[in-house]
């Protein structure tokens, strides 16, 4: 089980980026939850196999069509134990 929290720039609010991103990672079997913050990012927890969380991941360094994702950083954080995918906030 891998857990990494992940917080994504450029113009990625307003683009269907939390709904795409949540319709991701429960075709992946991954956990967690996606959020859009008050600075303009979004912000994204994924907990699932290692494998399924990379491809998460790799897939918010671009994100759905009518995103234009110019940032991505990402932080390893030890399981919980997330239950489903939600989007908050």
Known sequence: MRRVRVIVSGRV???FFRTACARAAQQRGVAGWIRNRDDGFVE???EGSPAAVDDLVAW?????SGASVT???SFEESPVGERGFRIVG
Not at 60 to 64: A, E, H, I, T, Y
């Open 13 to 15: 609010q307003g683009v």
């Open 44 to 46: 994204a927890v994924f």
């Open 60 to 64: 918010c360094r671009s994100g759905p």
């Open 71 to 73: 940032g991505l950083e």
